[in-house]
């Protein structure tokens, strides 16, 4: 029987191989295939890249999607469940701090999507064996912070952060030291100081926040007062993500925990082509919380707060989760989710925007389970071509009176009780119960970019106390709610 492939194993392009640890041979053949010992798994397609890593073979498609298998038999799951990014397997992740490559030397190594790069003899870069002719005299490169770096022979230093960038104007600063000279590390857990970022003993380098540090924290817990931060933005990193459903609760128990008390500010970040989790917990009044958690990375925010405090959310996401138990989450002007799992289960108040979009083929979903504020709208659209129609969900039903804007989504009412007929008509969608009419709804439509109206693509459907709004075309529809 074949051996398995060392753990960790990655490989790319066709050709590329690896072998389970049931001797099962997984390889990429020329049309971007993979075959299992031979025979093309026509489940398949497009794919470039193979790994193993904790007993998982991996693969990775042209769109960065990544996708695992336990055994032959089993079926490709999404990584990580409806998002596919970033890569899983570690020898790029562990990278992220520094990997770099020298003229000369033979070991190349991997961004975090999966591309080898490289310096060939003649000092040019190499991305995926293919030389960059606008590169020349190069003697080392670098991963630092999700962007490759160049140094040439004068001393020069040029960055970009995937392979189609440009590489940017040059400068002699050398990033890794300046990146590692700015860096501040949160260590935490010393007596007396009772989790203070206040106390420079819990930082790694001994310093307190200061407008020019760059403050990072991977596991711990941080106790955090108003003004504690000064501003300064915190970059969750170097936590050990997840490969599978089933190591997932352990990845979020092994996160670390922020606890605010009233005053106080968050600015919260997310490093570039990781998997980080946070548990912030609210408590004694209202807080600030602006979550940054851009794509490329997936982050998973929780939040718990007590029955009198509220959350003054600001922001946005992209992939990943944001669950908040608890007091009131208040807008703060707008908030975006892009591919995002999101749980409210308190009120939604404020003033502002709250939009709920896909990313890719994930759609958006939001569900509050509490009321919707006068002042608050939800913006939701989806992407038919990926077929990721987004949705929210308001538990709360036709109590709520802020605005819903649909593009290519759906909107679920719940809890409306028994209901047994329906009739739209001038933008009036109304509900009846036997033949009493029990509720008005004003949907109104608005024109579309090309002219037309959106209502001819409306549908409404009632099941079980739940009224499914949907609109499947270009327009929106918008100022869902009571009707006098």
Do not use: C
Not at 14 to 32: L, M
Not at 167 to 173: D, E, F, I, L, V
């Amino acid at each position: 029987m074949p051996t398995a492939s060392p753990n960790g194993t990655y490989k790319i392009g066709p050709g590329a191989s690896v072998t389970d640890a049931r001797g099962v041979v997984y390889a990429i053949n020329a049309d971007g295939q993979i075959t299992v010992n031979g025979k093309p798994d026509l489940t398949t397609g497009r794919v470039d890249a193979l790994g193993f890593y904790d007993g998982l073979v991996w693969q990775k498609n042209a769109d960065n999607f990544w996708y695992s298998k336990s055994s032959a038999t089993a079926t490709w799951a999404n990584y990580p469940p409806g998002i596919g990014n970033p890569m899983p397997v570690p020898l790029a992740v562990n990278n992220n701090g520094g990997g770099s490559a020298h003229l000369g030397g033979s070991v190349p190594f991997w961004d975090t999507h999966g591309n080898q790069w490289r310096i060939n003899a003649v000092g040019q870069v190499e991305v995926d064996g293919k030389a960059d002719p606008t590169t020349r005299q190069v003697i080392d490169l670098q991963l630092v912070n999700g962007r490759i770096w160049q140094e040439n022979t004068d001393g020069v230093y040029y960055f970009k952060a995937k392979p189609s960038d440009a590489w940017s104007a040059g400068t002699r600063a050398n990033p890794a030291l300046a990146a590692e000279a700015a860096r501040e590390t949160w260590v935490g857990g010393h007596s007396n100081t009772m989790n203070s970022p206040l106390a420079a003993v819990n930082w790694s380098k001994g310093a307190a926040p200061t407008p020019d540090r760059n403050l990072y924290m991977t596991g711990g817990v941080m106790n955090l007062g108003s003004g504690n931060l000064g501003g300064d933005t915190l970059t969750l990193s170097g936590q050990r993500g997840y490969t599978s459903p089933s190591s997932y609760q352990a990845y979020l128990a092994a996160a670390p925990t922020i606890n605010m008390s009233a005053g106080a500010v968050l600015r919260l970040a997310t490093a570039p082509y990781e998997t980080n989790a946070v548990k912030v917990n609210v408590a004694g009044g209202r807080v600030s919380l602006d979550v940054r958690a851009a794509y490329p990375g997936t982050s998973d925010v929780m939040v718990t707060a007590d029955r009198l405090s509220s959350v003054l959310l600001s922001g946005g996401m992209a992939f990943g989760r944001l669950v908040e138990h608890g007091g009131t989450v208040l807008l703060n002007n707008s908030f975006a989710v892009n591919g995002t799992n999101v749980l409210l289960d308190s009120s939604l108040g404020g003033a502002g925007t709250f939009q709920v979009g896909s990313a890719q083929s994930s759609a958006g979903a939001l569900e509050v389970t509490g009321s919707l504020g006068t002042d608050v709208t939800l913006a939701v659209h989806g992407d038919p071509g990926h077929n990721a129609y987004s949705a929210v969900t308001l538990d709360n039903g036709l109590a709520d009176h802020g605005t819903v804007t649909l593009n290519n989504a759906y909107l679920y009412l719940k809890n409306l009780g028994a209901l047994d007929g329906m009739s739209y008509r001038n933008s009036v969608l109304s509900l009846f119960r036997g033949n009493t009419l029990v509720e008005t709804v004003k949907v109104s439509g608005v024109a579309d970019p090309y002219g037309g109206g959106s209502n001819g693509v409306l549908s409404f459907a009632y099941s079980a106390g739940t009224l499914t709004v949907h609109d499947g075309g270009v327009g929106t529809i918008t100022g869902l709610a009571r009707h006098a």
